[in-house]
């Protein structure tokens, strides 16, 4: 097993495809798409892509630390009780356990993901 793993930005193989939680959809009709490519120290850490088409929904991290790296597309993030924050390709950002916010994609979005419950 090696130790060192790149995370394949464009992958082609079939993605598991998904949608929001009813109860954490707020608008819109977003459909997911993960490509996993590693898990690691007993199934606690995630790495892989994400896309998200258009929508809104409630996020909640739990006891999950996650850090994202925007590959494409444009999103706003806004904290419960904050103000909402832009992010587009170039931009990474960790959110960590305890958040709970309002995820809203704007422009289908791809990200890279890593997450460690």
């Not at 939680?21 to 490519?37: M, Y």
Request: aromatic share 8%; proline share 8%.
């Amino acid at each position: 097993m090696s130790l060192l793993k790149t995370i394949d930005t464009n992958p082609t193989s079939t993605p598991r495809e998904s949608g929001p939680l009813p109860e954490r959809l707020i608008s819109g009709n977003p459909a997911f798409k993960t490509w996993a490519q590693d898990v690691a120290r007993g199934e606690t850490v995630h790495s892989g892509v994400w896309e998200a088409t258009p929508g809104e929904t409630r996020s909640i991290k739990g006891e999950t630390f996650e850090f994202c790296h925007i590959l494409s597309g444009l999103i706003e993030i806004t904290p419960e009780g904050g103000e909402p924050v832009v992010y587009r390709a170039g931009d990474s950002f960790v959110m960590k356990p305890g958040f709970v916010g309002v995820w809203k994609t704007i422009e289908t979005v791809r990200k890279i993901y890593v997450t460690v419950s």
